[in-house]
């Protein structure tokens, strides 16, 4: 059952093959799916996409829990361009909190979610990029 939805958009600067946004969707058990979605590049007709799936481990999932536990602020730091993040928080299949789409840049327990998140993220080049790059 699905625990937390958070999405990360590419705000800054990007081009042909850049990825655009990464959804994270962690379920209750653990197990977690994060979708790359990216720009199309020359002879592409729309974005492309990618998705990998793991589990977290009983530590990290603690920690998770632990953040989710905090205050949510609706606080949003003034930037130009970078990374937003939206956050859903769901329990029985329904959203019981939700943060819109914004910068997080100093805002607990935000930074500690993407922190985790970006743990999870593989370190390998995604198969989209070994094709785009030909690597």
């Given at each position: 059952m699905l625990?937390?939805?958070a999405t990360e958009t590419n705000w800054?600067?990007?081009?042909?093959?850049d990825w655009?946004?990464?959804?994270?969707?962690?379920d209750t058990d653990g197990t977690w799916q994060m979708k790359t979605t990216f720009h199309p590049?020359?002879?592409?007709?729309?974005?492309?996409?990618?998705?990998v799936n793991g589990t977290l481990s009983q530590e990290q999932m603690t920690a998770l829990i632990g953040y989710i536990d905090v205050y949510?602020?609706?606080?949003?730091?003034?930037?130009?361009?970078?990374?937003?993040?939206?956050?859903?928080?769901?329990?029985?299949?329904?959203v019981i909190r939700h943060r819109n789409t914004g910068y997080i840049s100093g805002i607990e327990p935000f930074e500690s979610i993407t922190r985790l998140l970006n743990e999870t993220e593989?370190?390998?080049?995604?198969?989209?990029h070994r094709k785009l790059y030909k690597l």
């Open positions: 625990l937390l939805k800054g600067r990007t081009g042909p093959g655009e946004k990464r959804t994270w969707k962690i590049v020359d002879g592409d007709p729309e974005n492309q996409a990618e998705a949510w602020s609706d606080e949003k730091p003034d930037a130009c361009d970078g990374n937003a993040w939206e956050f859903k928080l769901y329990q029985n299949e329904t593989p370190d390998e080049e995604t198969e989209y």
